[in-house]
């Protein structure tokens, strides 16, 4: 199945740094949506994007909408070790009277004091 | 507010067996989606309920059913287990057509 090209993969930092991570795509999505994932749980929502060059923050975060509306990029400012887990971009597909999540590969994130 | 109610958490079943899994969404979300989340790869789409009808699918085989109740609470049918469908299943729900997503803590299903 599909899945959108999420860089990097991996990274390991030291508590305090900022954290960048971005997602590509082939097709054109009308949302825009991050997830983190800690282990033995579900993805949890962190930012929604809907418009294309938006720029939203939720505390710490920061995503982008990209203006050709096929990437997104996420920013974690000051990281603590509580960021540790697994962060997904997802493209929205909705038609309208049908919708689905495509999700990137992933970025795990490794924290140290 | 509770969130997406997924059971159960863990299953183990036998090549051949058939499992049902279920969802409660979250109250007054009426679309419930279902992922399948393996490590080869990664979160891929299953299909989605509104209304009690499927309004999307992605591309599993026919194996892989699901069903929607009045109440919005939706189970996922898979029969004929393969090894390969060891999997963590993923189940979330939202208010409508391209609302946010929220998901549960899904169920591990395991496939001897």
């Known amino acids: 199945g599909q899945q959108l090209n999420q860089s990097p993969q991996s990274m390991f930092i030291q508590e305090g740094e900022d954290v960048s991570m971005n997602c590509t795509s082939s097709?054109?999505?009308?949302?825009w949506l991050w997830y983190k994932q800690d282990p033995g749980e579900g993805p949890v929502l962190l930012i929604a994007?809907?418009?294309?060059?938006e720029l939203t923050s939720n505390g710490r975060l920061t995503a982008q909408f990209g203006i050709t509306r096929k990437d997104s990029f996420l920013n974690i400012s000051a990281s603590i070790p509580s960021d540790v887990g697994i962060y997904f971009c997802a493209g929205y597909t909705n038609t309208g009277t049908a919708s689905k999540l495509t999700f990137g590969t992933g970025t795990r994130l490794q924290v140290t004091l | 507010k509770a969130g997406v109610t997924q059971t159960p958490r863990y299953l183990i079943k036998t090549r051949g067996q058939q499992v049902t899994l279920s969802c409660s969404p979250i109250?007054?979300?009426?679309?419930v989606s279902w992922y399948q989340q393996t490590p080869g790869q990664g979160l891929q789409f299953l299909f989605e309920?509104?209304?009690?009808?499927?309004?999307n699918k992605g591309n599993f085989p026919g194996r892989f059913s699901g069903r929607q109740f009045s109440n919005s609470r939706s189970e996922m049918n898979v029969s004929t287990l393969e090894l390969g469908d060891s999997a963590l299943y993923l189940c979330?729900?939202?208010?409508?057509?391209?609302?946010?997503?929220?998901f549960g803590d899904g169920t591990r299903l395991s496939i001897l």
């Open positions: 109250s007054g979300h009426r679309s």
């Open positions: 097709s054109i999505f009308n949302t």
């Open positions: 309920y509104f209304s009690e009808t499927q309004r």
């Open positions: 994007l809907y418009k294309a060059g």
């Open positions: 979330a729900s939202s208010f409508s057509f391209g609302q946010p997503q929220h």
